[in-house]
């Protein structure tokens, strides 16, 4: 399955707005947004370097290495997910969704990434 068919799944399990796979210098590597309005690509890259900084700071502490962040803000929520190899999974979606669907959804949507990476 194509890692693109793989995010759209997850968008629409998770009612995400959108979903984006970046490798580990932030460039795209497949994408999708329910709108052309949503800036994915640019929500993406940017909240990679967050996901970086708290995995730095937890292994300089006794803390189990981090593999997902959640992220509220007035508007919306994001949650940021390591993916083996140093990408990354950005999920977008709407202040009023559960965060706890995406990230379960993310799992699942990493594990196949993953088996499709080889």
């Given at each position: ?17 959108g ?28 909240h ?5 900084i ?57 594990k ?7």
């Open positions: 399955m194509p890692f693109k068919a793989i995010l759209q799944d997850l968008a629409l399990k998770a009612g995400a707005t979903a984006i796979m970046l490798d580990r210098e932030g460039e795209v590597v497949a994408s999708c947004a329910q709108n052309d309005s949503l800036q994915i690509d640019l929500i993406g890259a940017h990679g370097i967050i996901l970086n708290i995995q730095d700071a937890s292994t300089r502490s006794d803390f189990p290495e981090v593999s997902s962040v959640s992220i509220s803000t007035d508007s919306a929520k994001l949650s940021i997910s390591s993916i083996k190899e140093g990408y990354y999974l950005v999920v977008a979606l709407e202040k009023r969704r559960p965060i706890g669907k995406t990230l379960f959804e993310s799992r699942r949507a990493i196949k990434i993953e088996e499709e990476m080889g």
